[in-house]
């Protein structure tokens, strides 16, 4: 009997281990709750929505009362005709392929530039003391200043817009993984290091994974600074070798007077800013929040 006692103590320590063991993965899995895609839409893109239609109610009223000449302010039905014709033209598509083509471009280049430069500079310490300040120096100059520089260097050639780019995104891609790769638990790497991963494997599995959140808030900021750094390249260096971008098309309405032009021109530019950061960014981000278990709503 004493053994029979003793096997059914071992079983039920057993089974409170396990149950125990159970209750903490549950504690660590994501809870995930289902929303319908109206009450999705109404979180996500009813509010823009409705502050641009106070944006423009604010700015029809101020158009109304004739507090500034309409040569300085148009009207937002001015503006929506000038946008209207552009997209019945065609000629909206042709502008929006050139700035977002090159931008897309310059951000996937800068990407595969930042990310082992990163890295290195995050895990090498001489690295680090030689070239870490000078991407925090470089991510606060503004990208406009590299403009003239890169006209002499390289003329009005794609080359220009390109090497202003990279230099607007390079340092905040790079930036944020080393960031985030600051705030990795060192319980990982060792934990890498026992399982025989090092080098590349080290960075493929471990860190880059472990440092996703820092990295992707680095690739949010090196986007928004990309498209800046762009728009500041195709105004000041613009030419027929470069074709009309949105810049391009900003500079033309501005070089002959029509704000309307510049205004459409404004228009698109923020149109294609919030259209990445919702299509692309933010279901990103959520998407690694909830592998985390931080998004509760799906």
Same mark, same amino acid.
């Given at each position: 009997?004493?053994?029979?006692?003793?096997?059914?103590?071992?079983?039920? &320590?057993?089974?409170?281990?396990?149950?125990?063991?159970?209750? +903490?993965?549950?504690?660590?899995?994501?809870?995930?709750?289902?929303?319908? *895609?109206?009450?999705?839409?109404?979180?996500? *893109? +009813?509010?823009?929505?409705?502050?641009?239609?106070?944006?423009?109610?604010?700015?029809?009223?101020? *158009?109304?009362?004739?507090?500034?000449?309409?040569?300085? +302010?148009?009207?937002?039905?001015?503006?929506?005709?000038?946008?209207?014709?552009?997209?019945?033209?065609?000629?909206?598509?042709?502008?929006?392929?050139?700035?977002?083509?090159?931008?897309?471009?310059?951000? #996937? $280049?800068?990407? !595969?530039?930042?990310?082992?430069?990163?890295?290195?500079?995050?895990?090498?310490?001489?690295?680090?003391?030689?070239?870490?300040?000078?991407?925090?120096?470089?991510?606060?100059?503004?990208?406009?200043?590299?403009?003239?520089?890169?006209?002499?260097?390289?003329?009005?050639?794609?080359?220009?817009?390109?090497?202003?780019?990279?230099?607007?995104?390079?340092?905040?891609?790079?930036?944020?993984?080393?960031?985030?790769?600051?705030?990795?638990?060192?319980?990982?790497?060792?934990?890498?290091?026992?399982?025989?991963?090092?080098?590349?494997?080290?960075?493929?599995?471990?860190?880059?994974?472990?440092?996703?959140?820092?990295?992707? /808030?680095?690739?949010?900021?090196?986007?928004?600074?990309? *498209?800046?750094?762009?728009?500041?390249?195709?105004?000041?260096?613009?030419?027929?070798?470069?074709?009309?971008?949105?810049?391009?098309?900003?500079?033309?309405?501005?070089?002959? &007077?029509?704000?309307?032009? !510049?205004?459409?021109?404004? $228009?698109?530019?923020?149109?294609?800013?919030?259209?990445?950061? +919702?299509?692309?960014?933010?279901?990103?981000?959520?998407?690694? #929040?909830?592998?985390?278990?931080? /998004?509760?709503?799906?």
């Amino acid at each position: 009997m004493p053994r029979e006692d003793s096997s059914m103590t071992v079983v039920e &320590n057993d089974r409170d281990s396990a149950a125990a063991v159970a209750g +903490l993965d549950a504690l660590d899995t994501p809870v995930e709750r289902t929303t319908p *895609w109206w009450q999705r839409f109404l979180r996500t *893109w +009813l509010p823009p929505l409705v502050a641009l239609v106070v944006i423009v109610v604010v700015w029809q009223l101020v *158009w109304a009362s004739a507090v500034t000449p309409e040569y300085k +302010l148009p009207a937002p039905a001015d503006v929506a005709a000038a946008f209207g014709e552009t997209v019945a033209s065609g000629e909206i598509w042709s502008i929006l392929w050139t700035s977002v083509s090159r931008a897309a471009l310059g951000f #996937l $280049l800068a990407l !595969v530039i930042a990310t082992p430069l990163g890295v290195v500079v995050a895990k090498v310490p001489v690295v680090r003391a030689a070239i870490g300040p000078l991407l925090t120096g470089l991510q606060s100059l503004p990208s406009v200043a590299w403009v003239p520089a890169a006209v002499l260097w390289f003329g009005l050639t794609n080359a220009t817009i390109f090497f202003v780019v990279l230099l607007g995104s390079v340092p905040s891609i790079a930036n944020g993984l080393v960031a985030g790769i600051d705030q990795v638990p060192p319980i990982l790497p060792r934990a890498g290091q026992v399982l025989g991963a090092t080098g590349y494997r080290m960075a493929r599995y471990v860190l880059l994974p472990a440092a996703l959140p820092g990295y992707l /808030a680095g690739c949010k900021q090196g986007w928004a600074f990309s *498209w800046r750094s762009l728009m500041a390249a195709e105004i000041i260096a613009a030419g027929p070798a470069l074709g009309v971008g949105l810049g391009a098309y900003l500079k033309n309405g501005a070089d002959v &007077n029509d704000i309307v032009q !510049v205004f459409a021109a404004i $228009l698109l530019i923020l149109i294609v800013g919030i259209g990445v950061e +919702l299509l692309v960014f933010r279901p990103l981000e959520r998407r690694i #929040l909830r592998a985390r278990g931080l /998004a509760l709503t799906v």
